[in-house]
């Protein structure tokens, strides 16, 4: 693999998986932006491309970073979860504060716990901002997933979809090693699938301090159990202010389970891997 790896991720969309997953079927180190890099990921300043290494970030394909990735001729990947169930997700992650054990903690449990789980996604819905807790909204990751999904038909990309890794890890493990052209033998890849399963990450982020907290549930799907009817209106909002090609797109490049409703109805796994 002489190409960089570029990798962007959506908050909340499995990113320690991916990562885990690309540093052991390359043998290359993750290189992240430090804390103090700020959290304007339309930005390409941040992205820097050091051999040995693949970057992973959370940026949105604005034109800066698309024109920094064709400059560097890099591969670009991008991770993706279902809309509903990553708005659960993001909500737990401040509820929970669940990268305090890690030193990355948010300092949000105390604020969330004085309202009710209702309360507290509507909040995430929506953005806030006071002296506990700046949030711009979720608005902004459904216009990250629809700028992905935008540049896939115009650029090769890889897009994976976190629903489909954990549902058929082996075969989405193959089409992202087919992509990055590397080989990795069936022993490897055992080895790869095994310590990549969710007790596998509790316990090796366990082994390094805390609980393996961060890594709270692993199974796509369950956001009927959390969402109310009126969070599922405030997200179609969203959609339609902040992403309305974000449908079109799912539909045309074959993700549906992206924006699919588990109320409405069940999206099986789709062939994307040629070859």
């Not at 279902?82 to 401040?94: G, T």
């Not at 002296?131 to 459904?142: I, N, Q, V």
């Amino acid at each position: 693999m002489t190409k960089p790896i570029f990798v962007a991720t959506v908050f909340k969309s499995g990113t320690k998986l991916l990562e885990h997953l690309i540093e052991g079927m390359t043998g290359l180190d993750i290189l992240t932006p430090d804390m103090s890099a700020g959290a304007d990921y339309e930005s390409a300043k941040p992205i820097v491309f050091e051999p040995g290494q693949f970057f992973i970030w959370h940026n949105v394909p604005s034109e800066q970073v698309k024109r920094r990735i064709v400059e560097a001729g890099a591969r670009p990947i991008f991770l993706v979860r279902n809309i509903y169930d990553l708005a659960v997700s993001q909500y737990f992650h401040f509820a929970l504060d669940v990268d305090k054990e890690i030193g990355h903690g948010t300092r949000t449990a105390e604020y969330f716990a004085r309202m009710t789980v209702d309360q507290g996604i509507s909040l995430v819905l929506c953005g806030a901002t006071s002296k506990e807790f700046h949030w711009h909204g979720f608005g902004y990751y459904l216009h990250q997933i629809q700028e992905m999904l935008r540049w896939s038909r115009e650029y090769p990309c890889h897009i994976m979809v976190y629903d489909r890794l954990v549902m058929d890890k082996g075969r989405e493990v193959n089409c992202l090693a087919s992509f990055l052209d590397a080989r990795v033998s069936p022993e490897s890849m055992k080895i790869l699938l095994d310590s990549s399963s969710l007790g596998a990450m509790r316990e090796a982020r366990a082994s390094r301090g805390g609980t393996g907290a961060h890594f709270r549930k692993g199974i796509p799907g369950s956001h009927g159990e959390v969402l109310g009817a009126h969070h599922y209106d405030m997200i179609n909002f969203l959609k339609f202010h902040h992403a309305p090609d974000l449908d079109a797109l799912c539909t045309s490049l074959g993700y549906g389970e992206v924006v699919a409703d588990c109320r409405l109805s069940c999206v099986s796994v789709q062939d994307v891997c040629d070859g």
